[in-house]
């Protein structure tokens, strides 16, 4: 059973690249909006981690995008500082990173954000820098 696990697993991987992305739930806002980050992607280098985030919005958000229903972003913390980037972010039309791509971002110049107590930063940030390996 195991070994049927692990070839489903790497069939999963290499038909779909949004499928790659393991993704574990982290939390939800309190506008219904979810979080979850790739446990697979974590990277960690002294205080700085890196990683992947999916971000599913609700159905009854305000936004001037109503064709965007999730957003996977590449994003760095530093542990120490309490502070964030965001490298990229990749928009799509349906949940979960499926779809039509509707927006594409790249940042040219990453500049660090501060993350604020008791937010959903704060709660992802807490998450990805006391993650075990």
């Given at each position: 059973?195991?070994?049927?696990?692990?070839?489903?697993?790497l069939a999963?991987?290499?038909?779909?690249?949004?499928?790659?992305?393991?993704?574990?739930?982290?939390?939800?806002?309190?506008?219904?909006?979810?979080?979850?980050?790739?446990?697979?992607?974590i990277k960690?280098?002294?205080?700085?981690?890196?990683?992947?985030?999916?971000?599913?919005?609700?159905?009854?958000?305000?936004?001037?995008?109503?064709?965007?229903?999730?957003?996977?972003?590449?994003?760095?913390?530093?542990?120490?500082?309490?502070?964030?980037?965001?490298?990229?972010?990749?928009?799509?039309?349906?949940?979960?990173?499926?779809?039509?791509?509707?927006?594409?971002e790249i940042?040219?110049?990453?500049?660090?954000?501060?993350?604020?107590?008791?937010?959903?930063?704060?709660?992802?940030?807490?998450?990805?820098?006391?993650?075990?390996?």
């Open positions: 059973m195991h070994r049927f696990s692990i070839a489903l697993l999963l991987t290499i038909s779909s690249p949004a499928q790659a992305q393991l993704w574990d739930y982290v939390v939800t806002s309190e506008f219904g909006n979810v979080y979850y980050i790739d446990p697979l992607s960690r280098t002294e205080s700085i981690v890196s990683y992947t985030q999916l971000t599913n919005y609700s159905k009854n958000k305000e936004t001037d995008k109503k064709d965007l229903q999730s957003i996977v972003q590449h994003k760095t913390n530093d542990c120490e500082a309490n502070r964030f980037r965001i490298s990229g972010l990749i928009g799509y039309e349906k949940e979960n990173a499926k779809g039509s791509i509707v927006i594409v940042e040219k110049e990453e500049k660090w954000l501060t993350i604020n107590p008791k937010k959903i930063a704060d709660i992802i940030h807490q998450e990805v820098c006391n993650y075990k390996y």
